[in-house]
């Protein structure tokens, strides 16, 4: 059983908006820091968003900011990626991802510094 749930992928016209969703699968689960991420075929696992649930800065990749919001439930370890404005290269299969460790700028947007990951949810954009 894969520890986190990525929910609220979808096929969505450009210009449109979608909201994803993160969970723990209901294990019992804790986490310092979450993050998303997104790849497609052929190339490698790109970051999105990510922060750390106590509190503190929300990182964003070049390509996503002021598009998309990240948020978070800290109580619960769930964490929201809403996307608006939507591009065709923003379509990949997004992936959410958490650590016990309280990753930092120079560490947050490396998948090897994370040990928790969901199977993936599919966000194709497209006319």
């Known amino acids: 059983q894969v520890p986190l749930v990525e929910s609220g992928g979808a096929l969505v016209q450009p210009g449109g908006s979608l909201r994803l969703t993160c969970a723990p699968s209901g294990r019992a689960f804790s986490a310092n820091t979450m993050a998303w991420f997104r790849q497609t075929q052929g190339k490698e696992r790109e970051f999105v968003s990510g922060t750390r649930l106590n509190g503190g800065t929300i990182y964003y990749g070049d390509s996503v900011k002021g598009r998309f919001t990240l948020s978070r439930d800290r109580g619960k370890s769930v964490l929201y990626l809403q996307m608006n404005n939507l591009k065709p290269e923003d379509t990949a299969t997004y992936f959410c991802?958490?650590?016990?460790?309280?990753?930092?700028?120079?560490?947050?947007?490396?998948?090897?510094?994370?040990?928790?990951w969901g199977q993936g949810t599919q966000v194709t954009v497209s006319s």
């Open positions: 991802a958490a650590t016990g460790a309280g990753l930092i700028t120079s560490t947050i947007r490396f998948p090897s510094n994370y040990n928790s």
